[in-house]
T-cell receptor, first 117, second 111 residues
Framework: DTAVSQTPKYLVTQMGNDKSIKCEQN?????MYWYKQDSKKFLKIMFS???????INETVPNRFSPKSPDKAHLNLHINSLELGDSAVYFC????????????????FGPGTRLLVL | EDQVTQSPEALRLQEGESSSLNCSYT??????LFWYRQDPGKGPEFLFT???AGEEKEKERLKATLTKKESFLHITAPKPEDSATYLC????????????FGPGTRLSVLP
């Protein structure tokens, strides 16, 4: 059973196109995330989302938008794709705490490799 | 400025040669430090969470420790299958539930 799954695994597209990446988690978590891993393998947060709040990293272009049809899914829509969007995109999920100061472990999907030509 | 750094950038070991990886952080209000393993073409795989200085966690050949400024991932008698990139991430008051990842250490264990 895959805990966090993403589709597609590979995505090759032309500059200017609009595309979506889907993410599903079956862990019952209430918070989901999107990360971008660039060519230098650095993982950077793009969005975090639960049923209360969407937090957007201020460096993310507004061409990127997360959409959550329900608690188990967080899709990533990208408009007007650019060459620099080529990267691996990871979805992750976690269960938020009860307000204490403990951190919450995030579980990652297998990644979607996006190549913009 | 808050940041997470890891050293060395890359490490080559002979099978059985023990060593340690370092993760240094400068954040205030640490809520957790997390270690992940990432194999080529795959997503990060969770290894350990450490919450407070002095805490230690072990799993097979791996042992993670935490101080107020850094964490170490000790690898005892590594095997070739331990070859991977090891990532550390911190969660702190400034970032809510978000992680700040270090750049990773690429470990190669030669037979």
């Amino acid at each position: 059973d895959t805990a966090v799954s993403q589709t597609p695994k590979y995505l090759v597209t032309q500059m200017g196109n609009d595309k979506s990446i889907k993410c599903e988690q079956n862990l019952g978590h209430d918070t989901m995330y999107w990360y971008k891993q660039d060519s230098k393998k650095f993982l950077k947060i793009m969005f975090s989302y639960n049923n209360k709040e969407l937090i957007i990293n201020e460096t993310v272009p507004n061409r990127f938008s997360p959409k959550s049809p329900d608690k188990a899914h967080l899709n990533l829509h990208i408009n007007s794709l650019e060459l620099g969007d080529s990267a691996v995109y990871f979805c992750a999920s976690s269960q938020s705490g009860s307000g204490d100061t403990m951190g919450e472990t995030q579980y990652f999907g297998p990644g979607t490799r996006l190549l913009v030509l | 400025e808050d940041q997470v750094t890891q050293s060395p950038e890359a490490l080559r070991l002979q099978e059985g040669e023990s060593s340690s990886l370092n993760c240094s952080y400068t954040v205030s209000g640490l809520r957790g430090l997390f270690w992940y393993r990432q194999d080529p073409g795959k997503g990060p795989e969770f290894l350990f969470t450490l919450y407070s200085a002095g805490e230690e966690k072990e799993k097979e050949r791996l042992k993670a420790t935490l101080t107020k400024k850094e964490s170490f991932l000790h690898i005892t008698a590594p095997k070739p299958e331990d070859s991977a990139t090891y990532l550390c991430a911190v969660q702190a008051d400034n970032y809510g539930q978000n992680f700040v990842f270090g750049p990773g250490t690429r470990l190669s264990v030669l037979p």
